[in-house]
């Protein structure tokens, strides 16, 4: 399994300068292999021959260029600014973002690689570990660069194959990919969850749990609106500007580093907990089409928490069900009771009160607990208990599980293949239904 460890770099200033410089140099290549390979597909495309794109320049025909251009005179300090194979990365970019192109050509869309302009080329790639970079007493040795302070927070596991040294949020760092990353091993278990993600909550679970967003985090989007709003008042080109643009870039990051902590941590506590989780398909157009959910934080923060819990699962070998956010006939996950009525309820309703079974609960707590139901076909055994008690009727419980009218979408990761066992449900009339 392949899997990436970015930690965060402490260069000097000397060599924060020497990698600027580094970028700098990668994005005047980067340019001029897209300009070389965009006439020739001009020049190929007026003569009309179609079939000749792909084939000239290829990437090693620029790689034979760039490595004649440095034996140039007058590009001595180039050779001994930037390891040459870091170079040739460059142009293994240009060649991928032109293979995109071609593919993308074939299905009628012409959309060329675009030129990176100022600040716009953000990272370079050492590949080999041992040859062009390597670890030692805490520091990334880099080719040409030297030895750059790093913070291994954590340990690498796997073997290493590629580093790439990335400017991001005012700050640098590296990002290993791992090869052979052994899996997880954690404790069989045979829980199921649905879950249901949230404004107030990032994630809700259907047994009546929910991670709340923790309060430092709201805090510091606060207070980053407020700097936002103060960068916008500051002149256009102004030095005070570009210092409250750096401030408002290390809050950014820092809200990002911060979140993604908490969020790996909560999805660890998940991954540990549950066997098999289902959750909501997280459909962007249902966000935009939200105007209190469409905040690009909370999109960003739950496609975040989606993408850990993916990966976690996986590394742990758990199923991962994902269900639609809406079932065949339409009904939203939040506008459904697990007894098959449907509850239309706005927003800004935060219970669900089921005028059909009688149950009183969160509305979150019922999307989650649908969620559930829809994946693996049995309803929370709170809702069984619940219903059991209140509504004293034997059949009820019965009677949700099998109102499911809709097929769940599955996506299965676990690496074994098996799939997941649905339960039978028998069909009820259709006078029964809502
Ligand atoms: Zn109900």
């Given at each position: 399994?392949?899997?990436?460890?970015?930690?965060?770099?402490?260069?000097?200033?000397?060599?924060?300068?020497?990698?600027?410089?580094?970028?700098?140099?990668?994005?005047?290549?980067?340019?001029?292999?897209?300009?070389?390979?965009?006439?020739?597909?001009?020049?190929?495309?007026?003569?009309?021959?179609?079939?000749?794109?792909?084939?000239?320049?290829?990437?090693?025909?620029?790689?034979?260029?760039?490595?004649?251009?440095?034996?140039?005179?007058?590009?001595?300090?180039?050779?001994?600014?930037?390891?040459?194979?870091?170079?040739?990365?460059?142009?293994?970019?240009?060649?991928?973002?032109?293979?995109?192109?071609?593919?993308?050509?074939?299905?009628?869309?012409?959309?060329?690689?675009?030129?990176?302009?100022?600040?716009?080329?953000?990272?370079?790639?050492?590949?080999?570990?041992?040859?062009?970079?390597?670890?030692?007493?805490?520091?990334?040795?880099?080719?040409?660069?030297?030895?750059?302070?790093?913070?291994?927070?954590?340990?690498?596991?796997?073997?290493?194959?590629?580093?790439?040294?990335?400017?991001?949020?005012?700050?640098?760092?590296?990002?290993?990919?791992?090869?052979?990353?052994?899996?997880?091993?954690?404790?069989?278990?045979?829980?199921?969850?649905?879950?249901?993600?949230?404004?107030?909550?990032?994630?809700?679970?259907?047994?009546?749990?929910?991670?709340?967003?923790?309060?430092?985090?709201?805090?510091?989007?606060?207070?980053?609106?407020?700097?936002?709003?103060?960068?916008?008042?500051?002149?256009?080109?102004?030095?005070?500007?570009?210092?409250?643009?750096?401030?408002?870039?290390?809050?950014?990051?820092?809200?990002?580093?911060?979140?993604?902590?908490?969020?790996?941590?909560?999805?660890k506590k998940i991954v540990d907990q549950f066997g098999e989780i289902a959750f909501e398909a997280h459909s962007l157009q249902f966000m935009v089409k939200n105007k209190r959910l469409s905040q690009s934080t909370v999109d960003?923060?739950?496609?975040?928490?989606?993408?850990?819990?993916?990966?976690?699962?996986?590394?742990?070998?758990?199923?991962?069900?994902?269900?639609?956010?809406?079932?065949?006939?339409?009904?939203?996950?939040?506008?459904?009771?697990?007894?098959?009525?449907?509850?239309?309820?706005?927003?800004?309703?935060?219970?669900?009160?089921?005028?059909?079974?009688?149950?009183?609960?969160?509305?979150?707590?019922?999307?989650?607990?649908?969620?559930?139901?829809?994946?693996?076909?049995?309803?929370?055994?709170?809702?069984?208990?619940?219903?059991?008690?209140?509504?004293?009727?034997?059949?009820?419980?019965?009677?949700?599980?099998?109102?499911?009218?809709?097929?769940?979408?599955?996506?299965?990761?676990?690496?074994?293949?098996?799939?997941?066992?649905?339960?039978?449900?028998?069909?009820?009339?259709?006078?029964?239904?809502?």
């Amino acid at each position: 399994m392949r899997q990436s460890f970015k930690f965060q770099l402490k260069p000097n200033k000397t060599q924060n300068r020497h990698l600027f410089e580094c970028l700098n140099l990668c994005q005047d290549l980067y340019n001029a292999a897209i300009e070389e390979r965009l006439n020739a597909y001009h020049k190929w495309a007026q003569l009309g021959k179609p079939d000749k794109w792909d084939q000239w320049p290829s990437r090693s025909s620029q790689q034979v260029e760039l490595k004649e251009a440095k034996q140039l005179e007058g590009l001595e300090d180039y050779r001994d600014l930037i390891n040459a194979q870091a170079l040739q990365e460059v142009l293994r970019r240009v060649n991928l973002a032109y293979h995109k192109f071609f593919q993308d050509l074939k299905k009628g869309q012409v959309n060329p690689p675009k030129f990176k302009g100022k600040g716009q080329y953000k990272s370079l790639t050492f590949p080999q570990y041992g040859k062009s970079f390597r670890i030692r007493d805490n520091h990334l040795h880099l080719s040409k660069i030297g030895p750059v302070k790093i913070r291994l927070s954590r340990k690498i596991t796997g073997k290493i194959k590629t580093v790439t040294i990335k400017w991001e949020h005012g700050h640098w760092f590296a990002i290993f990919s791992c090869d052979k990353v052994p899996q997880r091993h954690i404790a069989p278990s045979d829980k199921q969850v649905g879950i249901d993600y949230g404004l107030e909550h990032i994630a809700n679970f259907s047994n009546g749990e929910a991670i709340e967003q923790p309060r430092f985090l709201r805090d510091m989007q606060t207070q980053l609106r407020l700097a936002q709003r103060k960068l916008s008042k500051k002149k256009k080109g102004g030095r005070n500007r570009n210092k409250q643009r750096v401030k408002v870039a290390k809050m950014h990051s820092k809200i990002e580093r911060r979140r993604a902590d908490f969020q790996h941590k909560e999805v660890k506590k998940i991954v540990d907990q549950f066997g098999e989780i289902a959750f909501e398909a997280h459909s962007l157009q249902f966000m935009v089409k939200n105007k209190r959910l469409s905040q690009s934080t909370v999109d960003r923060a739950i496609g975040c928490f989606k993408q850990k819990l993916s990966s976690q699962a996986q590394k742990a070998g758990r199923m991962l069900v994902e269900v639609s956010t809406t079932d065949k006939q339409g009904i939203g996950n939040s506008q459904r009771c697990l007894c098959g009525y449907v509850l239309k309820k706005k927003l800004s309703q935060r219970t669900h009160k089921c005028p059909s079974c009688g149950v009183e609960v969160p509305r979150d707590h019922m999307a989650a607990s649908i969620v559930e139901y829809r994946a693996f076909g049995t309803a929370p055994k709170w809702y069984q208990y619940a219903v059991g008690q209140t509504v004293k009727s034997p059949d009820r419980a019965m009677v949700a599980a099998t109102l499911c009218s809709s097929t769940p979408t599955f996506s299965i990761t676990r690496e074994s293949g098996d799939t997941p066992v649905m339960l039978e449900t028998s069909r009820i009339s259709d006078t029964d239904k809502d």
